[in-house]
């Protein structure tokens, strides 16, 4: 599609208009030069829901909570200290998942 339509268009999926960037530069102008333009998503009541009322790091709006998360999650769970520490998890769950799709086949 971007062949026909440039490195950057919209589709409607659903209710919702999206833009679909497939350039490299464009994406890497969008997360650092317009970042907050970007970091909220649209809000709907499934979201509320499921998210606690916005409150998880991946549906939150953009402002001071959002940036306190990030920061969290950054500082915090993907430090290569704590990934390293986590891996024998990691490969835990990974085992127990291939075992159970292996059981349905």
């Not at 916005?54 to 998360?69: Q, S, T, V």
Request: net charge positive; proline share 5%; hydrophobic share 45%.
């Amino acid at each position: 599609m971007a062949d026909c339509y440039g490195p950057a268009f919209s589709i409607r999926l659903g209710a919702h208009q999206n833009l679909v960037i497939s350039s490299w530069e464009l994406v890497k102008d969008c997360f650092t030069t317009n970042d907050r333009v970007f970091a909220t998503r649209p809000r709907s009541l499934a979201v509320k829901l499921m998210a606690y009322d916005h409150a998880m790091l991946g549906f939150a709006p953009y402002g001071p909570y959002w940036r306190d998360m990030r920061k969290l999650a950054v500082v915090e769970l993907l430090s290569n200290h704590r990934l390293e520490q986590l891996r024998p998890v990691r490969e835990t769950e990974i085992n127990l998942f291939l075992r159970d799709l292996y059981k349905l086949w």
